[in-house]
């Protein structure tokens, strides 16, 4: 990263604190908060409070509350720890699957490569809704279960990316080297051929994250994902949008932070693809 903030645009450093500044909040505002984010607040006291309103009791509220009373700022950062672990968990459990899943299937090839893409072809026509509901049977709604959806319909991607990586690099003349010197197939597989494919990887699962934080929270809005009194910022939006007109804060604070975490998580993809391929080239130079 410290690669990537000296190379980087003014979009993609603001992108950098941006996604900063919502990991400190979501583990530091709900911390040090003066109220319970869960509890429901006084009804007739702080209901429905705009933005930047002070209450009753002179406690502050930067985006206002909901209609329970609850600070919607605090709940919004606390709802962005959860929002964002699972976007991430299930971004890199679905990458590390379609890593080692394209890996086997690139190296060895034959029958491992053919039932390996044919799995990956099966999940991929099946519609994600269909997953969604077979999850939603076996699992209670909830963090697990978002992981499991990410992981069973997110690592097709990663696994072809890192098979064709795999399959040119394993006809390279330093990998026939090692094989020449007692290398087994393991070992070369893992120690020369692995580490020089995982870059495409390493961009798609970078890239997946703002995907599957966006997938909770439609997950979450639909009432399948994070289940209230946790916040989420699918539910959350889904909390206020019978309220829209009324309190439109209270769906703004958690969707422009939805927007903002989906946006970032796009722009560092884009420039950690943009710097691969930048070393690569210069590898291709130094090596001719």
């Known amino acids: 990263m410290i690669a990537v903030w000296h190379t980087a645009t003014w979009r993609t450093r603001a992108a950098m604190l941006t996604l900063l500044a919502l990991a400190l909040g979501a583990l530091l505002v709900p911390a040090l908060a003066r109220t319970d984010p869960l509890a429901i607040g006084d009804a007739l006291a702080l209901r429905l409070l705009p933005p930047l309103a002070v209450d009753p009791t002179g406690h502050f509220h930067l985006l206002g509350t909901d209609a329970f009373g609850r600070d919607l700022f605090v709940r919004a950062m606390l709802a962005g720890r959860l929002s964002l672990a699972v976007g991430v968990a299930g971004s890199l459990l679905a990458g590390v699957a379609g890593i080692a899943i394209g890996a086997l299937a690139g190296w060895h090839g034959g029958v491992i490569d053919r039932l390996a893409m044919a799995a990956g072809d099966v999940l991929l026509a099946i519609p994600r809704l269909i997953i969604l509901l077979v999850c939603a049977a076996l699992w209670p709604p909830g963090a697990t279960m978002v992981v499991t959806i990410l992981v069973l319909t997110g690592w097709m991607g990663v696994a072809r990316l890192v098979r064709g990586e795999v399959r040119g690099v394993r006809a390279r003349p330093f990998v026939e080297s090692a094989r020449a010197m007692g290398a087994t197939p393991a070992r070369t597989l893992w120690r020369h051929v692995l580490p020089n494919a995982l ?6 699962i970078a890239l997946g994250v703002g995907s599957a934080v966006l997938l909770e929270s439609g997950l979450s809005f639909l009432g399948l994902g994070i289940q209230p009194p946790q916040p989420s910022w699918g539910n959350m939006i889904a909390d206020g949008r019978e309220l829209i007109v009324l309190a ?13 975490t989906v946006l970032s998580c796009t722009l560092l993809g884009d420039a950690l693809r943009d710097r691969l391929a930048g070393d690569e080239m210069e590898t291709m130079r130094a090596g001719s």
């Open 199 to 204: 870059a495409p990887a390493i961009v798609a």
């Open 248 to 260: 439109p804060w209270i769906a703004l604070a958690p969707g422009i932070a939805l927007i903002l």
